[in-house]
Every structure is written in C-alpha cells, then in structure tokens.
C-alpha cells in the first residue's frame, strides 16, 4: 500500500492527517487522491465509513493552498449535520491555510448566511435547497469561478425521494462553471451511474472498491423476527442488554416516521433510558443539540428517520438497531454503515415482521451477504410485552395531545407556499383524487365479484348435474329394488 507522499499529497497536509490518526490511505484514498490531484473529474464508490470525505478534501486543500480565492470549492450533500461535519473536516485539516468556510443549510438564518456569501469565502458547504433559494434571491455573491463541484452522497442529490433535489441542482448546476473539477462520492453510486455521468462531463476518473459483499467486514449483521406487535418489547429489552453487559455502549436506532420516531424516544425515556431523537419535525437548533448530546456520550440512544442514515461518522456508535426493516437495500448499507466505521467493530440488528420477509431477501441480495438471526430469550420478552405496550400506548396519547401532527400540517403547507403551490387547491385537487380512487377501487371491486359469482355458478352446475345424475340414478335403483 501507498503512503500519502508517494500519491502526491504535500507535508503540511501529512502532518494534518497524522494530527488526526490518519497515517495511511484508505483504497478510496489511494486511489482517488493521485486522479484528484491530476486535474482529473473523479467517482468514487466506497463502503461507508472508509474515508471518502478525506478523500475529496485533502486534494481541494492542496490546489487551494497553491492557489487561493474564494470561492474555491462548492460541496453539495442531503443532510443539514451532514455539511456540518464536512465543513468540519475542512477547518481542522486545513487550519494552516486560516481556511474560510461557510455552511449553507435549511433552518438556519438567511441574512447571517448571504453575509457570509457575499464575504468569498474558500469552501461552501451547502444542502441544495436552501443554496438554490440563495442563488435565486441574491445578487450579492457568485460562483462563476468555482475550481471544485464535490456531490457528497452524490446518488442521493440526483433521486426523486421524499426530499427531492433535482430542481435546486438543476438551478446551482446553471450558475457554476462547465470548465470545473467535478468529485462524486457515495458508498451507493452504482444505479445512478448515467446521471452522475452527466454532471461529471469530464471523462472522469472512477473508483469503485472490488469486494463483492456490499457492507464492511467488521460488521456483524444480524435480524430477530418477531409479530408487529412485539417490536417494542424487544426493543427494550436489546437495550436493557446492551446497558448490562456493556461499560461503554453507544446506539442508533432507525424507524420509518417522525412520529413514530418520537413516540419511541418519548417511550424509552420512560425506562429511563437516556435517549434522544433526531427527525425532519424538529427545529434544526434542537437538531443539532441532539446530536450533540449524543456524540458527546451525555446521550446513549439516539433514535432517528434516514435523516441520520447517511455519512454521519460517530466512532462511539456500536449498535444499529432497526426499528423498521429498510423499503430499499440502499436505505439499509447507509443506516448500518453507522456502526462499524474506519476498522472498527460494530453490530447491526435488523427486527423482521412476517411481512418484511422479501425485503431481507432483497437486501441480502443487494448486499451479497446473508443475514444471521440473533437469538434472544423470548420468555424474557414476554414478561415486558404488556407494560411495554401500555407505555407507547400511553406516549402516543401524550403526544396526540401536543400539537405535532398540527405541526406536521403547518410544515407541509409550508413547503408548498414555498414550492409556489397554493395549499388549500392542492388539498382540494387530492380531495377529488381521493375521490376518483375509492370509485374506481369500487368499481373493480364489483367488477371482480360479479366475475367471481359467475365463476362460482359455472363451478356450481357441472356439480348441480351431477347430483342430479346421482339422483336419478338412485331413484332408479330404488325403483329395481322396489324399496
Ligand atoms: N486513512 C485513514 N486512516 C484512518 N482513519 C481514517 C482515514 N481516512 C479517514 N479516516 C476516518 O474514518 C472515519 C470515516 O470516514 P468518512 O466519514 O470519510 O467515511 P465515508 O467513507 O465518507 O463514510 P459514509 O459512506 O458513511 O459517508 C472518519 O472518522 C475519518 O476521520
């Protein structure tokens, strides 16, 4: 393996990297670094946790330092902590420049952030949206000669999901230079191969690691089917297990909703579990406290939405739990790869209903790996199932009593204002939707028993000649017996 001089990377970063307890080039880094340096557009597809975003930073940092100005280097990612944290990682490798940055995200003041625009600063890092709505609203800054487009999670930037940023890009993409060094980086590039392609003009240079099995090695990856009904049992009682037999034990847990993800935390915190939560409901201030508290260890349990399955690098966390098994393989390499990170060990354990069966198979095959059950005493469970239940049952009246589903409302038509959509015509046009559904929904449904009953009389009569042949016959035979 190459050491970082022989890949082209100057002292001043070596020491930087050793000051951080990076002695040696991860294969991404090896790889990319030299490609980087050249001049070159780069993708590059690595498991998670194994340094790609040291990979992208380190060569900005050296052409900055040979050629100064802002604003050098635009980094774009879905996740408002998640730019936090690479900002982060410029600031503390690139302090001997005296390195400006600035962080452009959603839920943060505007004014504060288009000072900070209009000051040049060498990198902004920046989640699409609120950038797009920066661009659209000021005149104040531009990024006509950015040298580097970096896409961090770069297959998540270009799908259509929940949050959908092809717009936003589509506008930052029309305001920096073609001529550019364009990096893409994410641990699952594969299926977006054509678009990203299209963005990185630049014949560009791409890594991808060779191993066949999708998620790291340190990884024991494990799943416990249990009913619906069972979940939080067993979710209490893995804790309870962890907390045990372990001094120093640190945990994420994924579920599929804010609510449910609040429920849970609100839940566990009735056992005394020092738990917080970290979803799109919040506000980003307190987002950013939770997150806090749990890297610090003050917090053990942070219980999040996929808002958090993505590039957050936490090395204390040893266990993922999944509340809920992932909709998507995809979904699942990014939440269990927030265990087992840089070499380390680390966990997964994935609860399974009877009805999430073809989803594990469609991650095992995705992954190329098959999951292990992780065998818990069950009786254990069942001593805990029926206060467990009461308990979430008795959160979700809490929380139905505050007003978070109104919350959720406000924001929704929030997002619409802000998507020019007027509310009240969209609710009416889902209204008449709605409507259109449950009529043809009847419609089928009286289509298919109308089938059904036809099919059912066509069964019937070849029976209904035959019990009348049979009658005859006995007849018949009764007739020769004379009975
Ligand atoms: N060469 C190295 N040697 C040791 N540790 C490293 C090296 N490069 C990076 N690291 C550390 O590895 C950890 C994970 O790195 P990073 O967050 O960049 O992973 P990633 O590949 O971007 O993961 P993800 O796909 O989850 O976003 C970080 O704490 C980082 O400091």
């Known amino acids: 393996m190459s050491d970082f001089s022989s890949l082209g990377l100057s002292d001043w970063l070596i020491q930087q990297c050793k000051q951080m307890g990076i002695n040696k080039p991860t294969p991404v880094q090896e790889n990319c670094l030299p490609a980087i340096l050249q001049g070159r557009d780069c993708m590059g597809c ?3 946790g194994s340094g790609k975003t040291a ?79 920066h661009i659209r609203s000021s005149n104040t800054f531009n990024m006509k000669q950015i040298r580097f487009l970096i896409l961090d999670e770069a297959d998540r930037l270009l ?22 060094q364009t990096l893409l980086f994410s641990a699952t590039l594969t299926d977006t191969l054509q678009e990203l392609k299209s963005i990185a003009m630049n014949k560009p240079f791409f890594w991808e690691s060779k191993s066949e099995v999708r998620t790291v090695e340190e990884l024991d990856q494990r799943y416990i089917l249990t009913p619906e009904k069972v979940k939080d049992a067993y979710l209490v009682h893995l804790i309870q297990k962890f907390q045990d037999e372990h001094e120093d034990w640190s945990i994420i847990i994924f579920t599929n909703t ?25 506000k980003q201030k307190q987002r950013f406290a939770n997150l806090a508290k749990f890297k610090s260890g003050v917090f053990k349990i942070l219980i999040a939405t996929d ?29 269990v790869g927030r265990t087992a990170r840089a070499g380390r060990h680390g966990v997964s354990l994935t609860l399974v209903t009877q009805y999430d069966i073809h989803l594990v198979q469609a991650i095992e095959g995705q992954i190329q790996a098959k999951l292990q059950e992780y065998s818990v005493e069950e009786s254990e469970v069942l001593k805990i199932l029926t206060q467990v239940n009461v308990t979430r049952r008795e959160c979700e009246i809490k929380l139905e009593s505050t007003d978070f589903d109104e919350k ?37 449904q009286r289509i298919h028993e ?11 009569k070849p029976q ?3 019990r009348l042949l049979q009658e005859e016959g006995s007849s018949h035979q009764s007739h020769e017996t004379g009975e």
């Open 46 to 48: 690595a498991k998670t």
């Open 464 to 466: 209904k000649k035959k």
């Open 307 to 335: 808002v958090a399955a993505r590039g957050l690098d936490i090395p204390t966390v040893q266990v993922v739990i999944n509340h809920n098994t992932p909709g998507l393989p995809k979904i699942y390499i990014h939440r």
């Open 258 to 282: 804010c609510k449910n993800c609040q429920i849970l935390m609100m839940m566990l915190r009735e056992f005394d579990f020092p738990a917080v939560s970290l979803h799109s409901m919040m």
């Open 55 to 133: 990979a992208f930073v380190l060569p900005v940092l050296q052409k900055l330092s040979e050629d100064p100005y802002g604003i050098f280097c635009l980094v774009l990612t879905p996740t408002r902590e998640l730019a936090y944290q690479i900002a982060e990682q410029f600031r503390v490798l690139g302090k001997p420049l005296a390195l400006r940055d600035c962080i452009i995200v959603g839920g943060m003041d505007m004014v504060t952030q288009a000072l900070e625009l209009s000051k040049k600063p060498h990198i902004v890092v920046a989640t699409p949206g609120r950038l797009a709505d």
């Open 408 to 444: 959720k409302e406000i924001n929704k038509r929030k997002a619409m204002i802000l998507e020019g959509k007027d509310p009240d015509l969209e609710q009416k046009r889902r209204e008449e939707l709605e409507k259109i559904r449950n009529k043809r929904k009847k419609f089928k």
């Open 450 to 460: 109308s089938i059904q009953k036809k099919q059912d009389a066509i069964k019937r």
């Open 159 to 180: 799908e259509q999901g929940c949050t959908d940023f092809t717009k936003d890009l589509e506008v930052i993409l029309s305001v920096v230079p073609a001529k550019r």
